[in-house]
């Protein structure tokens, strides 16, 4: 059984910076691919990023394409999420997921079989 941990949400000022991380334990982290995903009240889950396992593929959401950036580190079962320039829009909280894939990455929530618990992301000055 796969488990998924995200941290490093918190309060911060527009255009500052976080770092999310999603460690990942029961399995090899190689094996899957991994997405990012972030719910605000009263809205759908929408998906922000995800990273292949295998072929270096990335998919961003095109309301963070260029502020945010995913990478993984398989030897440390972790994958980061880099926010820059944060925006209030941005406020949600944030989980990760993981889907037994080798090649390429999927945006839908619905493709992901295992998933953490979330971290609160809030941007507010």
């Not at 972030?38 to 922000?48: H, L, M, S």
């Not at 990455?105 to 493709?111: D, N």
């Amino acid at each position: 059984q796969v488990q998924l941990v995200e941290s490093g949400g918190d309060l911060v000022e527009p255009g500052r910076s976080l770092r999310l991380s999603c460690a990942v334990s029961g399995d090899t982290l190689d094996d899957y691919a991994i997405g990012w995903f972030r719910q605000a009240p009263g809205k759908e889950r929408e998906g922000v990023s995800c990273i292949s396992s295998v072929d270096a593929f990335t998919y961003y959401a095109d309301s963070v394409r260029g502020r945010f950036t995913i990478s993984r580190d398989n030897a440390k079962n972790t994958v980061f999420l880099q926010m820059n320039s944060l925006k209030p829009e941005d406020t949600a909280v944030y989980y990760c997921a993981a889907d037994h894939l080798y090649y390429g990455c999927a945006e839908h929530p619905q493709a992901y079989d295992y998933w953490g618990r979330g971290t609160q992301v809030t941007v507010s000055s």
